[in-house]
């Protein structure tokens, strides 16, 4: 039987990033007011709003790290040899467990060569580079924060499949906490980001996108396995990560989704990738992988 008091520890954990994204959103709104007060209608409150918000979860890491007594080691960072080592395993992992999706695609008819592309050399190989060094950045910031320090400090508290899944069910959810209203100017005040924090979190449970929710979940959830079954493995999370989202970006550069197509159900409108073929495609995964675990232990293999 669970006692209250590692309960309640456990639900405070569970909601403590609620409590840092608010803050965020606080100290966001009030900057942005500032700064539309400043340069007035030329910027867009809504804008430097969001680009205020991202940049306070992301500073957010070290006084996290401090507050909870964490160092590099405990978010999952090998030292430099192994990280970069791992980053290079984790591309791998990630080509591997996305490509075959994307063949799948083209093959089922819902992705087509898009041919109003300029298709040289040198614009493939442009954008191959920006795409990978895009994709790369948006890692080397989400990681740290999804399976370094968010995972780690909710695994202080409960057992690791809660935190893994609890942590997925974050990273998800911040995906979808999008707002496209734009306030009047003389409707914004200092607190105005709350405003478009209430839009941004009912396309959270807005049922048409509950399936890519369900599959940004379920990659959350693949994600958190690797961080928490190997040790010092953020590098791993990060290549793959990484290699997720280069494929995905060069996918919706090259190819448009066939609204006629009879496989259309496969995925969904948030990227055109990302929907129940991916989902079903990487519990596959993760079974295969608690499977051939539990064949090991038992000295099977």
């Given at each position: 039987m669970i006692k209250k008091s590692s309960f309640l520890r456990c639900v405070l954990a569970a909601l403590s990033p609620v409590a840092v994204f608010m803050i965020s959103i606080f100290c966001a709104s009030i900057l942005a007011y500032a700064a539309v007060s400043v340069l007035g209608d030329d910027v867009s409150f809504?804008?430097?709003?969001?680009?205020?918000?991202?940049?306070?979860?992301?500073?957010?890491l070290l006084p996290l790290m401090t507050l909870l007594k964490l160092n590099w080691g405990d978010l999952g960072f090998a030292t430099r040899h192994q990280f970069i080592n791992q980053l290079k395993h984790g591309a791998g992992l990630g080509f591997v467990t996305l490509f075959?999706?994307?063949?799948?695609?083209?093959?089922?008819?819902i992705h087509v060569v898009d041919d109003s592309k300029p298709w040289t050399a040198i614009w493939l190989g442009k954008k191959l580079?920006?795409?990978?060094f895009l994709a790369l950045l948006i890692s080397l910031v989400e990681e740290p924060l999804f399976r370094g320090i968010l995972l780690t400090g909710l695994q202080r508290t409960m057992p690791a499949t809660g935190a893994v899944i609890i942590g997925a069910f974050y990273y998800a959810a911040l995906h979808f906490m999008n707002s496209n209203i734009e306030l009047p100017a003389d409707r914004i005040n200092a607190l105005s980001g709350f405003v478009l924090f209430q839009d941004a979190l009912m396309h959270v449970f807005?049922?048409?996108?509950?399936?890519?929710?369900?599959?940004?979940?379920?990659?959350?959830?693949?994600?958190?396995?690797?961080?928490?079954?190997?040790?010092?493995?953020?590098?791993?999370?990060?290549?793959?990560?990484?290699?997720?989202?280069?494929?995905?970006k060069l996918s919706k550069l090259m190819f448009d989704t066939n609204p006629q197509s009879d496989y259309l159900y496969f995925v969904s409108g948030y990227?055109?990738?990302?929907?129940?073929?991916?989902?079903?495609?990487?519990?596959?995964?993760?079974?295969?992988y608690f499977g051939f675990y539990r064949k090991i232990r038992r000295g099977e293999v």
């Open positions: 809504r804008t430097i709003f969001k680009r205020f918000t991202q940049f306070f979860l992301v500073v957010s075959p999706v994307l063949c799948a695609l083209v093959l089922l008819g580079l920006l795409e990978f807005n049922r048409n996108y509950l399936t890519p929710f369900i599959a940004l979940w379920t990659v959350g959830m693949f994600l958190g396995l690797i961080r928490t079954r190997l040790n010092l493995s953020l590098g791993l999370c990060i290549g793959c990560h990484a290699s997720w989202v280069w494929q995905i990227d055109g990738v990302i929907g129940p073929l991916v989902t079903v495609w990487l519990m596959i995964a993760m079974m295969g």
